[in-house]
């Protein structure tokens, strides 16, 4: 905390919170397991192979472009990450989703389902625009 008396409070304050409302770990594991499983659906429907790692309220959306899955880093590295890019700032730029170019997401307390089906839908929506794009 930098010796930031203010953001030591702050930090104490929210562990304290969590320590006493753990149905909030729960609730957030749920949404992103929920997250994860949902992209991949439309996407992989859709025609753009994808697998979307992470754990709990984390996830990172990669595009397999060939590979079959993703069981290293090895095989993260080999992923389309010029087109995971493109994803990325289509969320941001057309769908008002806040989303740093290939970087992890991450939820917090703030984010519920009405979330996540606009990310899973603008997801959908950005596989089918991008296939589209393929067979032109």
Same mark, same amino acid.
């Given at each position: 905390f930098s010796e930031n008396p203010l953001s030591m409070i702050a930090g104490y304050a929210m562990l304290d919170h969590l320590s006493r409302n753990e149905y909030i770990y !729960?609730?957030?594991?749920?949404?992103? !397991?929920?997250? @994860?499983? *949902?992209?991949?659906?439309?996407? *992989? !429907? *859709?025609?753009?192979r994808v697998k979307t790692t992470g754990l709990g309220s984390l996830f990172l959306t990669h595009i397999l472009d060939g590979l079959e899955d993703i069981k290293s880093a090895r095989d993260v590295a080999r992923c389309n990450t010029n087109l995971q890019r493109v994803y990325h700032f289509a969320l941001l730029s $057309?769908?008002? $989703?806040?989303?740093?170019? *290939?970087?992890?997401? /991450?939820? #917090?307390?703030?984010?519920?389902?009405?979330? /996540?089906? @606009?990310?899973?839908? /603008?997801? !959908?929506?950005? /596989?089918?625009?991008? @296939? #589209?794009?393929?067979?032109?």
């Amino acid at each position: 905390f930098s010796e930031n008396p203010l953001s030591m409070i702050a930090g104490y304050a929210m562990l304290d919170h969590l320590s006493r409302n753990e149905y909030i770990y !729960e609730r957030l594991n749920t949404l992103g !397991e929920y997250i @994860r499983s *949902n992209i991949d659906k439309v996407m *992989n !429907e *859709n025609g753009l192979r994808v697998k979307t790692t992470g754990l709990g309220s984390l996830f990172l959306t990669h595009i397999l472009d060939g590979l079959e899955d993703i069981k290293s880093a090895r095989d993260v590295a080999r992923c389309n990450t010029n087109l995971q890019r493109v994803y990325h700032f289509a969320l941001l730029s $057309i769908y008002d $989703i806040f989303f740093l170019p *290939n970087k992890l997401g /991450a939820l #917090s307390v703030e984010h519920d389902m009405v979330d /996540a089906r @606009r990310l899973i839908d /603008a997801s !959908e929506e950005i /596989a089918r625009e991008l @296939r #589209s794009m393929k067979t032109e």
